[in-house]
C-alpha cells in the first residue's frame, strides 16, 4: 500500500457541514495511516466510514459493525484486511473525541485500544529488545529503547515536553522543538509492533491540545515518509559520515502545521541519496531516482525479467512487498511467486525487510 494520494471522502470534506468533514478528515487519516505497516483496508470498511460520515451509523455502530464483520467472517481475507480495517475504525474514533490527557497512560490507552483482540501485547510495554531492518538505511537498524527502562524513558520524555514552554512566534520557530520531541518519543518504540500508528495518534492529540488544528491530509497521505522522518532522525554512523537529522520531518511539520508544499519524497531519505544525486534543496529539477534505474544481471530469462521490470514499476525502490503483491501484480499462484522471490534474492536485486509483517521485501537500492 502506498501513501494515499487520492482521498476517498473528498466530497464530504468540501462540505459545509463540520461534523461531516471532521469525520471525513478522522477516516482519511485512519485509513492513511495504515501505509506504515502496508495494510490495506476493504471495501466493506470504506462503505461503512462513508454511512457514517452521512448520518447513516454513528461512530460507534460503525466500529461496532467492523468488529462483528470480522467475528462472523473470521475467514475473509483476515491477513489482508482485517488489522487495517478495525485500527482504521478505532483511529478515525480516537480522532474524533476531545477528550486527551497528555500522560504516559494515554499514550499506553492508545496502544490498548488500537490493538485490542489484534495484538495479545495490546496496551502492553514490550519485553524484549528489537530491531528492524530499514530500507532508508540500507538494511541497518535504529537503535531502539532498551526493554528493561521502556517506563522510565516514556516519563522522562513526556514529563520534559510539559516543562517546555513555547515561545508565542513564528510557528516554524518551534518545529524543531516538536519534531525532536516526536521523534525521540518515537525511538523509545515502547511496544513489539504497532508503535508508529500509536505515536501519530498521540501525537495528533497532542498537537490539537495545543489549539493547532490539525485537519488536514498531510499524516494520511504521508504515512510512510513520516515514518521514515522518524528513522532518520535516530540514526547515526560516524564511519559512513551518516548523522541524526530531523531536517525531513521538519520538512513533514511544516506542511502539517504551516501550508508549506515542501515536496515529501520518501527517496530524499535514503542515507546514499546525497552521495549519488544532487541537492535534496533543489527540489525543483528532475532528480528521481527513475523507474529504469534497475539493472538486470545476465542469466535471467527474458520472461523472469520482464517479471521482475513488472514488479519494479510498481513498487520502485521505495515500496516493499510481499509474495501476495507478487501474485497479484503478474497473476502468479503461490509456488511460481515464492520461486521469483527465491531467484531475486540469489541474485541480490532484493533484500528482505523486517518489521512491517512476514516476508517484505524491498528493491536494493543501487543494485
Not at 501474485?327 to 518489521?355: F, Q, R, W
Request: hydrophobic residues 40%.
Amino acid at each position: 500500500m502506498k501513501d494515499i494520494k487520492i482521498d476517498p471522502f473528498a466530497e464530504y470534506m468540501r462540505q459545509e457541514d463540520p461534523d461531516r468533514r471532521k469525520l471525513a478528515h478522522a477516516w482519511y487519516t485512519g485509513i492513511g495511516l495504515q501505509a506504515v505497516d502496508r495494510l490495506e483496508t476493504s471495501a466493506y470498511l470504506q462503505q461503512t466510514a462513508r454511512d457514517n460520515i452521512e448520518g447513516k451509523i454513528t461512530l460507534a455502530e460503525a466500529n461496532d459493525l467492523i468488529t462483528r464483520y470480522y467475528e462472523e467472517y473470521p475467514k475473509h481475507d483476515v491477513d489482508r484486511y482485517k488489522e487495517a480495517d478495525l485500527v482504521s475504525a478505532r483511529i478515525a474514533a480516537i480522532l474524533s473525541e476531545e477528550a486527551f490527557v497528555f500522560s504516559v497512560p494515554q499514550i499506553i490507552g492508545i496502544h490498548a485500544r488500537l490493538f485490542e483482540g489484534i495484538y495479545d501485547h495490546a496496551g502492553k510495554l514490550r519485553e524484549y529488545n528489537i530491531s528492524k531492518k530499514e530500507w532508508v538505511l540500507n538494511g541497518e537498524s535504529v537503535t531502539y529503547g532498551d526493554a528493561q527502562n521502556l517506563m522510565d524513558m516514556l516519563a522522562y520524555d513526556i514529563n520534559e515536553e510539559k516543562k517546555y514552554r513555547y515561545p508565542f512566534s513564528n510557528i516554524c520557530d518551534i518545529i524543531p522543538h516538536l519534531a525532536a520531541f516526536v521523534s525521540n518519543l518515537w525511538q523509545i518504540h515502547a511496544f513489539a509492533e504497532g508503535n508508529t500508528r500509536t505515536t501519530a495518534v498521540f501525537f495528533i492529540k497532542y498537537l490539537r491540545s495545543m489549539g493547532f488544528p490539525v485537519t488536514n491530509d498531510i499524516f494520511a497521505e504521508n504515512a510512510w515518509y513520516f515514518r521514515n522522518a522518524l528513522v532518520r532522525a535516530n540514526y547515526t554512523d560516524w564511519t559512513k559520515g551518516i548523522r541524526a537529522t530531523t531536517e525531513y520531518l521538519e520538512l513533514f511539520l511544516k506542511n502539517l502545521l504551516a501550508g508549506e508544499k515542501n515536496e515529501l519524497k520518501n527517496r530524499y531519505l535514503h542515507i546514499q541519496w546525497n552521495n549519488e544525486k544532487q541537492d535534496i534543496e533543489n527540489s525543483k529539477q528532475d532528480i528521481g531516482i527513475t523507474k529504469q534505474d534497475i539493472e538486470l544481471p545476465d542469466g535471467l530469462s527474458g520472461k523472469t525479467k520482464k517479471n521482475i521490470i513488472t514488479l519494479f514499476s510498481r513498487f520502485g525502490f521505495e515500496q516493499y512487498f510481499g509474495r501476495t503483491d507478487v501474485m497479484e501484480t503478474l497473476s502468479l499462484t503461490a509456488s511460481p511467486a515464492s520461486a521469483l522471490i527465491s531467484k531475486m534474492l540469489s541474485y541480490k536485486l532484493i533484500v528482505p525487510i523486517s518489521g512491517y509483517g512476514k516476508g517484505k521485501y524491498i528493491f536494493k537500492y543501487g543494485s
